[in-house]
């Protein structure tokens, strides 16, 4: 079984500030490491993933996030934040095989103030 | 390329009444996920269907059940309904299972269910 971890439930930041949100997982197999983003009354939508090859990813809107092994955490990072950044962010995990599906944390609420 | 749509986008019902949210898959996808996002929550795996076939369950009682079509479109039904039912229900496609060759699964943008 998997479980995520997001420490943080709520991160204040002023615009054009860097964030980092936080995110560690647990696992007993290799798994496939997600970030969705959630806009008020929305569904979810992909931010960017970790499938293999290179640990750091580049996601859309301006989004990365780092993949570290030894530390089973996926935090996502942003080096300057804009208004339409305020959104729930969830992390996520799902094996590469057989029969599973993603596995979410709680979500970190992003709150950008001018 | 059509995405993952669902119906209704919200409605309110009465304790004990009965409910069935409808998703429409992405194009080429033949894998159904359903969440329940609580308010304030992260999404919480209900069940899977693959190839019309239950494939997997969470920890929800036998009164949430589904069904896939044989154009894998799925429907999830819920009886004698509780005030904790209200929740976004999620529905999500992909191309097989784990989320495919990609990992990854497709969101709807949910049906709000209130129960009062």
């Known amino acids: 079984a998997q479980s995520v971890t997001q420490l943080d439930s709520q991160v204040p930041v002023f615009e054009e500030a860097p964030v980092e949100l936080r995110c560690n997982y647990s696992s007993s197999v290799s798994v496939y490491l997600f970030w969705y983003v959630q806009y008020p009354n929305q569904g979810l939508q992909l931010l960017l993933k970790?499938?293999?090859?290179?640990?750091l990813v580049k996601g859309i809107n301006g989004f990365e996030a780092e993949f570290n092994k030894s530390q089973t955490s996926f935090h996502l990072r942003k080096p300057s934040v804009h208004i339409s950044d305020t959104a729930e962010y969830f992390c996520a995990v799902i094996p590469p095989s057989g029969y599973s599906t993603l596995t979410f944390g709680k979500g970190t609420m992003l709150l950008v103030s001018p | 390329e059509t995405g993952v749509t669902q119906s209704p986008t919200h409605l309110i019902k009465t304790r004990g009444q009965q409910v069935t949210l409808r998703c429409s898959s992405q194009?080429?996808?033949?894998?159904v996920s359903w969440y329940q996002q609580a308010l304030g929550q992260g999404p919480q795996f209900i069940f899977q269907?693959?190839?019309?076939?239950?494939?997997g369950r969470g920890n929800f009682p036998p009164r949430f059940s589904g069904l896939q079509f044989p154009n894998y479109s799925s429907e999830l039904n819920v009886n004698a309904l509780e005030l904790d039912d209200s929740a976004l229900y999620l529905c999500a496609s992909s191309d097989g299972l784990a989320g495919g060759s990609t990992g990854e699964l497709f969101f709807g943008e949910g049906s709000r269910l209130t129960v009062l």
């Open positions: 194009s080429g996808h033949n894998t």
């Open positions: 970790y499938l293999s090859g290179s640990t």
């Open positions: 269907y693959y190839r019309e076939e239950e494939n």
